[in-house]
């Protein structure tokens, strides 16, 4: 980072070490070894080397900053306590702590503690002056017109989404899902923004920041890791022109907006929605909003705009094709809450 020029990044995410310091294998019930963390990387010989790596690498983040950039940290209560007072440290103006409360977070084996089932995630601004992008009315048009929260539940990358190495095993055992990116990218840059990354790992960032047609830098000193966040972001076809990635959404449980169906893969942006005789239509923008010419809101807004109606339920109004045919967008929403409850269960 202190070879980059300064005050050259719109947006900073990082996800540094969390400095666990595991003493021992984490077992099941049955006995059976959790494939946990027990990275190189993540150990620190004190507190105090900690505390120095993470100064010195959130120093070299503020320099490259433009005075109104602003960044997002994400910990747990490992470390999120210690990240937060070295921002302020530092010159950092918080601006929120965000709760990324995981829809399928893993179980607490023992029986000792509570399920450690949120991270935190600290917005701050480069400083108290700066004038930072956030996104408000276009997150609250993605978000059903409700204004955007600091509680965001989202479930943990599983799946397809999860990286594996040759042997099958997870990649990264810290690999972020990509909605949880994504949010952040829309709610505080605008397309064409540069965004870096110091801890990139598997490359979530680069992946998200294509998608939403932001340039990105990102760090990483893992052969393994660099290759396949390479491979991750060459593999992205930017979303067409006419969906804007211009707002991000805040749902949390048991709320399920527009925005969340496309973090889902539900939806796509840049999809075109129609109601069913076909005379009306419009296009999905990547943060939850929907556009019919010159009109961008909710499904509801642009639904009655169409119209000229006062008001309009957009989960009955608007469609989607599904196989053929044309689908309510409410019933996907209806499939995704289903979604949800399998996982939390």
């Known amino acids: 980072m202190r070879k980059l020029p300064a005050g050259s990044a719109d947006l900073v995410f990082a996800d540094?070490?969390?400095?666990?310091?595991?003493?021992?294998?984490?077992?099941?019930?049955?006995?059976?070894?959790?494939?946990?963390?027990?990275?190189?990387?993540?150990?620190?010989?004190?507190l105090a080397s900690y505390d120095s790596f993470t100064r010195?690498?959130?120093?070299?983040?503020?320099?490259?900053?433009?005075?109104?950039?602003?960044?997002f940290v994400i910990g747990s209560y490992h470390n999120i306590?210690?990240?937060?007072?070295?921002?302020?440290?530092?010159?950092?103006?918080?601006?929120?702590?965000i709760i990324w409360r995981k829809a399928n977070p893993m179980p607490n084996f023992r029986g000792r503690r509570f399920t450690n089932a949120h991270e935190t995630i600290i917005w701050a601004a480069k400083c108290k002056t700066s004038r930072y992008v956030f996104n408000y009315r276009l997150l609250k048009a993605g978000n059903d017109d409700c204004q955007p929260r600091s509680d965001w539940f989202l479930p943990l990358c599983t799946g397809a989404e999860r990286l594996k190495d040759g042997s099958g095993r997870k990649?990264?055992?810290?690999?972020?899902?990509?909605?949880?990116?994504?949010?952040?990218?829309?709610?505080?840059?605008?397309?064409?923004?540069?965004?870096?990354?110091?801890?990139?790992?598997?490359?979530?960032?680069a992946a998200a920041a294509r998608k939403?047609?932001?340039?990105?830098?990102?760090?990483?000193r893992d052969p393994a890791y660099v290759q396949a966040a390479r491979e991750r972001a060459a593999a992205v076809t930017p979303p067409p022109p006419g969906a804007l990635?211009?707002?991000?959404?805040?749902?949390?449980?048991?709320?399920?907006?527009?925005?969340?169906?496309?973090?889902?893969?539900?939806?796509?942006?840049?999809?075109?929605?129609?109601?069913?005789s076909g005379r009306h239509s419009a296009t999905v923008q990547a943060g939850g909003a929907i556009s019919a010419g010159a009109g961008v809101g909710s499904i509801h807004k642009i639904s009655a705009l169409v119209q000229n109606?006062?008001?309009?339920?957009?989960?009955?109004?608007?469609?989607?094709?599904?196989?053929?045919?044309?689908?309510?967008?409410?019933?996907?929403?209806?499939r995704l809450h289903e979604r949800l409850a399998e996982a939390a269960e």
């Not at 939403?212 to 990483?220: Q, T, V």
Request: glycine share 8%; net charge neutral.
């Open 16 to 46: 540094p070490p969390y400095n666990l310091q595991l003493k021992q294998p984490l077992l099941r019930p049955n006995h059976s070894r959790v494939n946990g963390f027990c990275e190189d990387w993540d150990k620190f010989e004190s």
């Open 56 to 71: 010195a690498s959130l120093e070299a983040a503020r320099r490259i900053m433009k005075k109104n950039a602003t960044i």
């Open 81 to 97: 306590f210690r990240l937060g007072a070295i921002l302020q440290d530092l010159g950092f103006w918080i601006l929120n702590d």
């Open 171 to 205: 990649l990264h055992p810290t690999q972020k899902p990509e909605s949880l990116i994504s949010r952040i990218i829309l709610a505080a840059s605008n397309p064409g923004d540069l965004v870096l990354d110091p801890f990139t790992g598997s490359g979530t960032t």
């Open 212 to 220: 939403l047609r932001r340039s990105f830098i990102g760090i990483e």
């Open 245 to 276: 990635p211009i707002a991000a959404p805040d749902a949390s449980t048991p709320r399920i907006a527009l925005a969340t169906l496309i973090e889902a893969g539900l939806i796509q942006p840049g999809e075109i929605l129609r109601d069913a």
């Open 309 to 334: 109606l006062p008001a309009c339920n957009g989960w009955t109004f608007w469609h989607c094709e599904r196989s053929g045919a044309l689908t309510p967008i409410g019933t996907l929403r209806t």
